[in-house]
């Protein structure tokens, strides 16, 4: 199978959540995702959600990797996976978020918008990735304000994977 990947690094500054995302759109049109699909808005929203958790929770640069998969066999489309790998040896922590807070809600959404994700140590740090299938439907995720923890699942340093 041929991967096509491309990578960013991005310091740990949350104004590179922006340049993150502009960087993401267009290597997402490039690889033949119209911007205006949902795919591709689920794509932008995994990756802010992993951007802004590595720069905001460790204060350390980071590495987005997008990698686009092949289809396998005629009549598919392919898995896109996005990566961000930081020098944090910190596991990444579900939180759960309570009312009007305006945080705590990123791996939750995650969660429900990815068909599989994970985290792994690597060298001093770790890497979170997520997996989109492009044929798969997209999930839409309506979140409950004010119910902690209402139909999360917390993750093992393994993988988290959700059938469409």
Do not use: Y
């Not at 759109?25 to 795919?39: A, K, M, N, Q, T």
């Not at 939180?95 to 305006?102: C, F, I, L, P, S």
Request: hydrophobic share 40%.
């Amino acid at each position: 199978m041929q991967v096509l990947q491309v990578q960013l690094e991005v310091g740990p500054d949350p104004a590179e959540v922006g340049r993150a995302r502009r960087w993401a759109r267009s290597r997402l049109v490039g690889s033949g995702i119209r911007d205006d699909e949902p795919l591709a808005e689920t794509l932008i929203l995994l990756i802010s959600e992993l951007v802004t958790n590595a720069v905001v929770h460790t204060g350390c640069p980071a590495v987005l990797r997008m990698l686009f998969g092949a289809a396998e066999t005629a009549g598919t489309a392919g898995t896109v996976r996005v990566e961000v790998a930081d020098t944090s040896c910190r596991p990444p922590q579900q939180r759960h978020a309570a009312g009007e807070d305006t945080g705590g809600r990123g791996l939750e959404l995650v969660d429900g918008l990815a068909d599989r994700w994970g985290w792994q140590p690597e060298g001093a740090g770790k890497r979170i990735w997520c997996e989109v299938d492009r044929g798969a439907p997209v999930v839409q995720v309506q979140m409950q304000v004010g119910t902690p923890g209402a139909g999360v699942h917390e993750p093992s340093p393994a993988v988290v994977t959700h059938p469409a």
